[in-house]
């Protein structure tokens, strides 16, 4: 192994360091060389300590510290020198013990010897100087190291100053110049001069020393403790380094010297397969637990993020409680201020309504009461001239003015018609089935004026309202924000149940001009609010958990509460059964309402028009029935008000049995059939010539049933209602077989068959022995 070279310990200059007084660097003969001998009353090897490496601040307070020293030594007594002498002792003395390290400058070849001498003594851990330095050094205690401390924080305290005493300038100068130049040529201690005054400096050149001493005072004071740390842990490793390294010296020493061997007394217990698989279980069993430990600290994490995932769902939601409660808010203000808006307007569109409703009813009741009062003075005239009473002096009948006016008045409008018919080529039309709905050119333009007026007064209702509170999109876009933004409260406020009602008003505005009876009349489909509210529908996206409040109901809901209502008005008031285009276009309005929509308020509305076709049976069918002389003649006034009464019948009978699938086929086989067909038309049939009109009159009223009646091909009796009908078809039948009209008879078993009379048709066909008509029920 390498001998560790070995350390030579020089006395510092005392200019080279910060230290208050000169290093003791002599040595006795025979010392081992970088060791120094021990003092004859040194019992104990000082503490050898490297001095941190603090500048500026430290400097001036030691020069401020031996000038104050010098001071008494150059003018007091012989005592007080001794006693200087004494303090520069002790100076020296405790700068032998804690600085020991060179200055700053010297720092990088301190480390670097540092580290050889460490090297050194790792390789050459028992030689005989080693044991020797490690024997001496230690670490300074905890208490030294405080004490320390004190005493820099100290001597910082202390005010400097700068001195008057000059004389040593020019010495110290001298030493600091050939320390500087010669650093092996160091004097001994005899020789070595300690200076105890500062170098002689101008009063500019103090100033400015001062004020950068100042400048740099804060920033040394905090970079003093950082460096204060930075010591103490350096003189801690170094110590724990050479202990270690002592202690390893020491055991490497020992183990070198004794020789383990093996003992062969020793016995150890005999092992089995017993024990192995009993090992074995303690070990999967140490091992299964601690999975199931795992298993469930990892359940409870997982239990844990979901809670905290939970936990930050809801801290963002909550972040945007102040956007809810804004929206919130802003709804609940536009929904009173909507409130508010259709509760000050109500009354004018109810005014208004109720205006539009009494024009057109007014119209309605002037052409019923002139229908039925043309129908009683024209039944009076003809009973009168049949009877051939109070005849006047030239012959004719003297009947009265209003009576004379109004047959007049009604046989212009009959002359009109006629002309208008010839225009269109119109031949096929009879007498009595026109609605006879006009009206004088004066009333005309009083209800044409009468209704602008009050479709104006509509239009200015709402003039003065933002759209958003009359325009039913823009409500309905206020509500959908709503239901896509937070659907939850949405639905929970049954707001499906409130926009029927809010839209009520609104939607009955724009219904003051729909008339349901006029064949141009816009459809429901075709309005802007019902597109509205179909697109508001189908933009929602409802699961089956709130089909309660589903938003599926609110067209429904609209119609029922506002179509449906407006439609039973109509019928009940304004709607003539024996108009046939009125009936076509009511009915197209009320199929869609009750087939495609259909809610229990549809029962109302079914009992409004039955109630109304048997209140038109009973007032307005009339067919009179005159001795055979007096309708013979098909040019007398008896003949032609016969017929005219009589297709009037009919065309209620077809615009009845027109409601067929809206209407209970029981209710119109009651009144079509039981009131219409049985108790007038069969009787006048019964009473008119046989001959090719009555096969016409049959062949129309055949044409009139519904087909759905008679499509069981299994069925060959007809329903019981038509048996009176088929007893009729049967006696013209007969009775043409004898006449002139005996090819008129085909017909008859034509329309037998039609309405499934088979069984009636082949008993005829059989006892009259008409087997040439046996191929029309054969091809059925």
């Known amino acids: 192994m390498s001998q560790r070279p070995k350390r030579t310990f020089r006395q510092r200059r005392a200019d080279s360091s910060d230290s208050d007084g000169g290093k003791e660097s002599s040595t006795e003969p025979g010392a081992p060389e970088g060791q120094a001998a021990p003092g004859p009353a040194e019992e104990k090897p000082p503490v050898v300590a490297a001095r941190p490496p603090f500048r500026g601040r430290r400097r001036v307070w030691a020069s401020s510290r031996r000038a104050a020293r010098a001071a008494p030594s150059a003018g007091g007594d012989p005592g007080d020198q001794g006693d200087t002498e004494s303090d520069s002792e002790n100076a020296l003395l405790e700068c032998r013990t804690i600085d020991l390290s060179t200055d700053e400058e010297d720092g990088t070849h301190h480390s670097s010897e540092s580290k050889d001498d460490q090297s050194s003594s790792s390789n ?78 101008t009063l500019r050149q103090r100033m400015a020393e001062e004020t950068t001493t100042r400048n740099e005072e804060t920033s040394e004071e905090s970079q003093e403790d950082e460096n204060q740390d930075i010591w103490e842990q350096q003189q801690m490793r170094k110590a724990v380094k050479m202990m270690e390294g002592r202690d390893i010296d020491l055991s490497h020493s020992s183990e070198s010297q004794k020789v383990k061997k093996f003992d062969t007394s020793i016995s150890f217990q005999p092992v089995n397969l017993e024990v192995i698989k009993r090992q074995l279980n303690t070990r999967l069993t140490l091992l299964q637990d601690t999975h199931r430990s795992h298993l469930r600290e990892y ?20 972040s945007n409680q102040a956007l809810n409660y804004r929206f919130y808010k802003s709804m609940k203000i536009y929904v009173e201020n909507l409130i508010d808006c259709l509760n000050e307007k109500i009354i004018s569109i109810q005014e208004i309504e109720s205006s539009m409703h009494a024009l057109r009813l007014k119209r309605a009741m002037t052409f019923m009461k002139r229908r039925q009062d043309e129908l009683k003075h024209e ?40 002309q208008a018919r010839v225009l269109s080529a119109n031949c096929s039309h009879e007498e009595g089935t026109s609605s006879d709905d006009e009206l004088p050119s004066a009333e005309m333009t009083d209800f044409q004026k009468s209704q602008d007026d009050i479709l104006q007064d509509c239009k200015k209702i709402f003039e003065d309202v933002h759209d958003d509170f009359c325009n039913i999109q823009n409500i309905l876009l206020k509500f959908q924000q709503w239901r896509e933004k937070f659907p939850d409260s949405y639905y929970e406020a049954f707001i499906s149940l409130c926009i029927p009602k809010l839209l009520n008003p609104l939607i009955r505005i724009q219904l003051i001009d729909w008339n349901p009876l006029k064949l141009d009349s816009i459809g429901l489909k075709q309005m802007p609010w019902f597109t509205s509210i179909e697109e508001f529908v189908d933009s929602s996206v409802e699961d089956s958990k709130k089909e309660d409040c589903s938003d599926k109901k609110i067209l429904a809901a609209v119609i029922n509460k506002t179509i449906i209502p407006r439609l039973t008005d109509f019928v009940e008031f304004v709607w003539d059964p024996l108009s046939t285009s009125q009936t076509t276009s009511l009915i197209t309005h009320c199929r869609m309402v009750l087939e495609e929509h259909s809610t229990c308020e549809n029962e109302g509305l079914l009992k409004s028009i039955l109630s109304r076709i048997k209140k038109a049976i009973e007032d307005d069918v009339f067919i009179p029935l005159y001795p055979k002389s007096a309708v013979e003649n098909k040019t007398s006034p008896h003949s032609k008000f016969q017929e005219r009464q009589f297709w009037s019948g009919l065309k209620l009978f077809r615009n009845t049995l027109l409601w067929n699938g809206l209407l209970p086929d029981e209710a119109l086989k009651e009144l079509g059939l039981g009131k219409l067909l049985n108790r007038y038309l069969i009787i006048a049939l019964l009473n008119a010539t046989p001959g090719p009109d009555v096969v016409k009159k049959c062949s129309e009223i055949t044409a009139c049933l519904p087909e759905k009646w008679f499509k069981n091909p299994a069925i060959r009796t007809s329903i019981p209602q038509l048996e009176n009908f088929i007893q009729f078809l049967l006696q013209f039948a007969l009775k043409l077989s004898g006449s002139e009209f005996r090819d008129e ?27 040439h008509l046996r191929s029309l029920i054969k091809e059925v």
């Open 124 to 201: 050459n851990s028992s030689s005989p100087e080693e044991k020797t330095f490690s024997s001496i050094a230690r670490i300074p205690d905890a208490t030294f190291i405080q004490a320390a401390r004190r005493k820099r924080e100290l001597a910082r305290t202390q005010e400097d100053y700068i001195s008057l005493d000059v004389k040593q300038t020019s010495t110290i100068c001298g030493v600091k110049k050939n320390s500087d130049e010669d650093p092996e040529s160091e004097p001994d201690d005899h020789e070595e001069r300690i200076p105890f005054t500062l170098k002689l400096q």
């Open 299 to 318: 359940e409870k994490y997982i239990q844990d993020v979901k809670s905290s995932k939970s936990t930050i769902q809801n801290l963002e939601n909550s």
């Open 379 to 418: 039944s009076t005239y003809l009973q009168q001239l049949s009877r051939k009473a109070e005849t006047s002096t030239n012959g004719s009948l003297a009947i009265d003015e209003k009576t004379q006016w109004i047959l007049e008045e009604m046989e212009s409008r009959r002359a009109r018609r006629r």
């Open 745 to 771: 008879v085909k017909e008859i078993i034509l329309i037998l068959v039609k309405i499934k009379a088979l069984n009636q048709a082949e008993s005829f066909i059989e006892e009259y022995h008409l087997d």
